[in-house]
Each structure stands twice: as C-alpha cells, then as structure tokens.
C-alpha cells in the first residue's frame, strides 16, 4: 500500500471546489482566495542525535485561511510528508470547520521523518526545536496545531511546554489534544473516532440497520481507527478486518475489538508514543477462521462499510471498480482519490466524506481551546453531548442538502462549508458593495 501523497494531491483536493460551487452561492472572490494558502512556513530543525551527530529534518506549517477564526489543524510526523500534502491538508482543514461550523480556519504542518527511529530523547528534541522554529508563527489567536498521525498527547505536552517557555508565562491554548493534566480535554482521545461512529448511527436510524448484519472494516488502527472500531463493537456491529503499517486480519466471525487494543498497544516503547506490536500478531482477539490480509486486501473486502483510518489516497482509479462495501466513512483525510469517486457513486456506494466524518477531531480541540481560556473544565457527559450535537446537526445538513440536490455527499458538505464561508466573506459587505453599484 502506498503511503506517500501522489504530487497532485492538493491539486486533486482543489478540484472538489468545481463540484460543489454549482450547489451553493460563492462568490468568484471566495474560490479564489481558496485556491492557495494564507501563508506557508518551511523550517529546518536541527537535532542532536544520542550518538552525539546532528540531523537537520524538514518542517512545515501551512495557514491556509482564516475567514471563519484562527487557524487550526494538525502536525504530521511521517518520512512521506511534503508540502503539497501539508498544503492539501491545510485545505481540508478550512473545508472541515466550515462545513461543521467550529469558528476556526485551516491549517497544517509536519516534520519529514520516521519517527519510530527515534529514541524518546531524539523525539523530545526534534518536538521542542520544531516549536522553537514555528513559534512566530503559531499562537493561541492566530494558528492552533493539534496531534495527527503519529504525534500523540505526550508530544503535544512538549510542545506547548517550549511554546510557554518562550513566552514566559503559561499557554495551554496555542495546542490542543494535551494530556489532561496539562490542560486536556476530557473526550478529546476518542473524539475523531466517536464523531465517525455518531455519523454511523445516523444512518442506522435513517436505514434501519441492525448492528449485528453490519460488517465493517477498518484500515488503519490508531487513535482514530481503534475509538471507531471499539464504539462500534460495543453496540453489536461485526468489526471483521482491522488493519496497520504492517498488515491486517480478517475474522469473519468479528474481531475481539477490546482485546486487539489492548494487544496493539501493549508493547508501546518510546514514552507510549508509538507500539512495536502489531494487529497482525494478536493471538486472542480474533477467533476461528481468522486469516493474514493485507492493506490492499482489506479495502476489498465484501463488507458492509469500509473505514479507511490511515493514509491518503487508498481508493483510487485502480482499485474502486472492486470496492465492494455499501458505505464508506472517511476516517483519515483524503483517503479517496477524485476518479474513485465518480467510480463509486457510479456503482451507488455512499461515502460519508472526510471533512464530516473525522470533525469530531476539530470540534473537540475547539473545546479544549475554549476550557483553556475560560480556565473552566467539562465533563466528559458535557464534552460528549456537545460534540453529538455538533456532529447530528452538521450530518443532517450535508445529508438532507445532498438530498434535495440529488449529489453525492461530498459534494454535499464541500457546498456547505462554501455557503458557511461565504456568509462571513459577505458580511463584510465590500463584495456586494461593488458589485451593486
Ligand atoms: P495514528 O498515528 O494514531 O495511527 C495511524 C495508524 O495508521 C496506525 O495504526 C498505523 O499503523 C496505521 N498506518 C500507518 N501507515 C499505514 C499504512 N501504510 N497502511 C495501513 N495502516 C497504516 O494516527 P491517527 O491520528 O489515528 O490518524 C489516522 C488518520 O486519521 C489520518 O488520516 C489523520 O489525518 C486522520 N485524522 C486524525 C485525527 C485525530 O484527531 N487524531 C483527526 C482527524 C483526522
């Protein structure tokens, strides 16, 4: 499987905006501040290794737009991050707020490099140099980085402890998904997978389902991948495949959910920032019949709905035509490629899109940032609710604006989101200043 971004990969995330205009009312002014970042921010991080050598690693902050607040989104640790994928992701930042209405904007960033080679010390080193090169950059009312694949509460920690020191006082608003104790968020370690899993019982209200007839895989099984899989389970669906980097299983009878997480992170090393187990080698948590797949298999699967919780770009042109899932709920971003798509609305399969199905990451950061000023923490129960309202009311929108102009809803949210920033573009009156006179 393929977990670099192919190099059009912004551009393909662009193109969804030519869809959608056609179903909402922006302004031509609108997609055109859309079609580039606000600001980018390149860095090289230098990093004493433990062997006393130094690495210089690549780093990148993309701002991408700030119509509806500051921006906000995720940092990146991977050897295939790049600047067209740190750019895309900028953009679906911006898509996702909009579309669920948190008043944030977009934005991203990554550090290019394996972080599993790294010993604890090296990975602390690397998170607070990286800050110390960005920290001009971000800040709690400008530009809000959050945790996103393999990054983790623990680096987060880091990172806002370097971005306080230099400022000299206290900020545990300028990064979200933090350990509690450091300001935290209750509900903020389940909140990608538990937005997914809010949106599957839409439409097990809409469609009826019985949870115990609905089979469903997962690629992917890290913090997003694992919430879904285990709220899921635990209301009687049949998780039948679970996947990671190194290879997935298959069980037809259902995947002992609880006990393959309990497996996969076992053997964390690393300040439990990365496990060395993986899915593949869990003895008890699948049963009878259970084989060896692999990422590629899995996404083929004749299952009920997939759940592609990893990388970029899994379901393209070369694989959708064998797609064999009714429902498809985007955990990770952009894992479906604009010709797949055609390909799978073709074949009537439902894609729940990215910038709805993992913005409950996004709202609940938005909530640890407003406990972090207000200096007033919720309840786990507050937190939940919360984040179940926000994501019904946005499901209902997207579902029912997808309904009424017969597209699919992707298109659906991406309109959405465009009427949202729009009205902010509007309210400040220039546009129709002009163009009325
Ligand atoms: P994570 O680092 O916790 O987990 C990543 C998982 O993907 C791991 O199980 C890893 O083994 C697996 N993986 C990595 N490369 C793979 C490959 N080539 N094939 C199959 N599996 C592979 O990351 P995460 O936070 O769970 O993020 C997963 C996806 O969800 C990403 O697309 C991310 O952008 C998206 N997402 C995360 C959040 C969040 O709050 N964490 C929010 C929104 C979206």
Redesign the pocket.
């Known amino acids: 499987?393929?977990?670099s971004s192919t190099p059009n990969v912004f551009t393909a995330a662009l193109s969804r905006l030519d869809k959608a205009r056609r179903f909402a009312t922006p302004d031509g002014e609108l997609i055109e501040r859309l079609q580039q970042p606000l600001a980018t921010l390149q860095v090289a991080v230098p990093v004493r290794m433990d062997d006393g050598s130094l690495r210089i690693f690549q780093g990148y902050r993309v701002r991408y737009n700030d119509t509806l607040g500051p921006t906000k989104g995720?940092l990146?640790y991977h050897p295939a991050v790049d600047l067209n994928e740190v750019q895309a992701?900028a953009f679906w930042m911006t898509c996702k707020c909009a579309a669920v209405g948190v008043p944030f904007g977009g934005g991203k960033g990554g550090v290019v490099v394996n972080p599993k080679e790294l010993s604890r010390l090296e990975l602390e080193r690397l998170s607070r140099r990286f800050i110390q090169q960005i920290a001009g950059f971000i800040g709690p009312d400008t530009d809000i980085p959050?945790?996103?694949?393999?990054?983790?509460p623990t680096i987060m920690g880091w990172m806002m402890d370097e971005y306080s020191r230099l400022q000299g006082r206290k900020v545990p608003a300028v990064i979200t998904?933090k350990p509690i104790p450091l300001g935290g968020s209750l509900g903020r370690e389940d909140?990608?997978g538990r937005g997914a899993y809010y949106c599957i019982k839409e439409f097990e209200r809409i469609h009826g389902w019985h949870p115990a007839d609905i089979r469903i895989a997962v690629?992917?099984?890290?913090?997003?991948?694992?919430h879904v899989a285990r709220l899921l389970h635990a209301d009687g669906y049949r998780v039948v495949a679970i996947?990671?980097?190194?290879g997935?299983v298959f069980c037809p009878d259902g995947v002992e959910v609880p006990e393959a997480i309990r497996q996969?992170n076992a053997t964390r090393g690393l300040a439990d920032v990365y496990?060395a187990e993986?899915v593949r080698n869990c003895e008890h948590c699948t049963r009878v019949g259970t084989k060896a797949i692999s990422?590629a298999d899995l996404l083929e699967l004749d299952v009920d709905i997939l759940i592609p919780?990893?990388?970029?770009n899994?379901i393209t042109a070369a694989n959708a035509a064998r797609i064999k899932a009714r429902t498809i709920v985007e955990?990770?971003?952009?894992?479906t490629s604009p010709e797949a798509d055609e390909v799978l609305h073709g074949h009537g399969i439902q894609v729940v899109p990215?910038i709805l199905a993992?913005?409950?990451?996004?709202t609940v950061?938005y909530f640890e940032w407003l406990q972090n000023r207000a200096g007033l923490y919720w309840t786990e129960a507050e937190v939940h609710e919360r984040l179940r309202q926000i994501m019904v009311t946005a499901f209902q929108g997207i579902h029912g604006r997808m309904r009424e102009h017969q597209c699919d809803m992707r298109t659906a949210a991406y309109a959405h989101a465009l009427d949202r920033l729009n009205a902010a573009v509007e309210a400040q009156g220039t546009y129709s200043y002009f163009n009325h006179h």
């Open positions: 499987m393929s977990t995720g990146r992701l959050a945790p996103d694949v393999y990054t983790n998904g909140a990608t690629q992917g099984f890290g913090n997003a991948g694992q996947s990671d980097s190194h997935g996969k496990c993986s990422n919780a990893a990388m970029e899994q955990v990770a971003n952009g894992p990215d993992n913005a409950g990451g996004v950061s």
